[in-house]
T-cell receptor
Framework: DAKTTQPPSMDCAEGRAANLPCNHS???????VYWYRQIHSQGPQYIIH???NNETNEMASLIITEDRKSSTLILPHATLRDTAVYYC?????????????FGKGTRLSVIA | GAVVSQHPSWVICKSGTSVKIECRSL??????MFWYRQFPKQSLMLMAT?????????EQGVEKDKFLINHASLTLSTLTVTSAHPEDSSFYIC?????????FGQGTRLTVV
């Protein structure tokens, strides 16, 4: 079973920031928070991951609360191409032989 | 970054025939690959874990004789859907991992008619 809970859907206006929340209250100390997204009829695409510090890359920012029980993925300037299902997944580091367990994710719709 | 290539991206086959889907890690070696299935408006469900040089391990409810997995090299795993039926129509996705990251193929949409 997935160890995360996310809202089923969200809307965001094009050009605005999209803030996608995720609860992972049972996360263990060695588990990272990963975010993937899946655009329709494609394989999941890696976005970002973090352990406890906030992270930023060219796609997004990841804010993790101090107690690590929740996190927020931020797309700073959402475009129509960001419309996708976003999955928040917790996964132990150095777990190359462990599959990702997908929850239901959040369906983000970016609206013009 | 690492790339996983899946082929074909879509296939239509007749009931009773078999279909093979290939998953390749293009610039890294993967002793383990994973196969997922995704029905419309649902999330990815793990079907099986493909292990190089040994038998695959299947999730509960997945028929190993129907979904044959071969992982003969460190860069290639194949999934063969045998005696396909319309209910096998789905989106099949493979993944391969490095120590820290998971990479996914583009997916294969199988339609059985």
């Amino acid at each position: 079973d997935a160890k995360t809970t996310q809202p089923p859907s969200m809307d965001c206006a094009e050009g605005r920031a999209a803030n996608l929340p995720c609860n992972h209250s049972t996360i263990s100390g060695n588990e990272y928070v990963y975010w993937y997204r899946q655009i329709h009829s494609q394989g999941p695409q890696y976005i970002i991951h973090g352990l406890k510090n906030n992270e930023t890359n060219e796609m997004a920012s990841l804010i993790i609360t101090e107690d690590r029980k929740s996190s927020t993925l931020i797309l700073p300037h959402a475009t129509l191409r960001d419309t996708a299902v976003y999955y928040c997944i917790v996964r132990a580091g150095n777990s190359g032989n462990t599959p990702l367990v997908f929850g239901k994710g959040t369906r983000l719709s970016v609206i013009a | 970054g690492a790339v996983v290539s899946q082929h074909p991206s879509w296939v239509i086959c007749k009931s009773g025939t078999s279909v093979k889907i290939e998953c390749r890690s293009l610039d890294f070696q993967a002793t383990t690959m994973f196969w997922y299935r995704q029905f419309p408006k649902q999330s990815l469900m793990l079907m099986a874990t493909s292990n190089e040089g040994s038998k695959a391990t299947y999730e509960q409810g997945v028929e190993k004789d129907k979904f044959l997995i071969n992982h003969a090299s460190l860069t290639l795993s194949t999934l063969t859907v045998t005696s396909a039926h319309p209910e096998d129509s789905s989106f099949y996705i493979c993944s391969a991992h490095t120590n820290t990251e998971a990479f996914f193929g583009q997916g294969t949409r199988l339609t059985v008619v």
